[in-house]
């Protein structure tokens, strides 16, 4: 109800890992989860969640797990994202090897500096590469503002406020560059 209904809502799998939950969850109109590992992607897509957003940047090997997770599972849109050139180029390379097409967003820093590319000229930069190169299509942004955790809520608010304004900004930044954002994926349980 707070959300404005459960087509906006992306709840973090982590906090359960439990496909019965996953189908309690797609029961009440929630079909879009959020996850941390290739093995929760691939139980949710089992579980038969239609978009699933891998909020991990992918390296090494994992990059040809998640193509192989996009071959096995087409009625599943996987995301994940990324924070530097090099990160998009695999990507790019790994899809274009098998044929297939990975939704990107970038990780954008608002903040908690443990992720992510802070927004600016870089982070244009970047999404237009995603926004070029083949097999990669850009899916929009996620930021997570997991440093913001005031006690008092007015101050609280006012954080998650300033890290919703960053995204926002660089979101206008992007359209102004005439690259669509169709997504913001964003927000902890402190800033909910």
């Known amino acids: 109800e707070i ?5 906006r809502l992306r709840p973090h799998v982590k906090t359960h890992k439990m496909a019965k939950i996953v189908a309690m969850q797609l029961e009440a109109g929630i079909t879009k989860q959020k996850c941390a590992t290739l093995f929760e992607a691939e139980m949710l897509a089992e579980a038969g969640v239609p978009d699933v957003f891998i909020a991990y940047q992918m390296v090494g090997p994992n990059i040809g797990r998640l193509v192989n997770l996009v071959q096995r ?10 924070d530097t050139p090099q990160m998009a180029q695999q990507l790019s390379d790994a899809a274009v090897s098998t044929g297939v097409t990975i939704d990107v967003l970038i990780d954008l820093d608002v903040g908690q500096h443990r992720t992510g590319i802070a ?7 970047l999404y237009g590469l995603i926004h070029r190169l083949p097999g990669l299509s850009p899916g929009g942004l996620h930021a997570y503002d997991g440093h913001n955790h005031q006690v008092d809520i007015q101050e609280r608010t ?14 206008t930044a ?7 954002v169709p997504r913001r ?5 402190v800033s909910f």
């Open 158 to 171: 006012q954080a998650c406020n300033e890290s919703l304004s960053q995204v926002r900004s660089f979101q």
């Open 119 to 125: 927004p600016g000229p870089d982070a244009v930069a």
């Open 185 to 189: 994926i964003m927000g902890g349980s």
């Open 73 to 82: 599972h087409p009625a599943t849109t996987f995301r994940t994202m990324v």
């Open 3 to 7: 959300a404005g209904g459960p087509e």
């Open 174 to 180: 992007l359209e102004a560059e005439g690259w669509p």
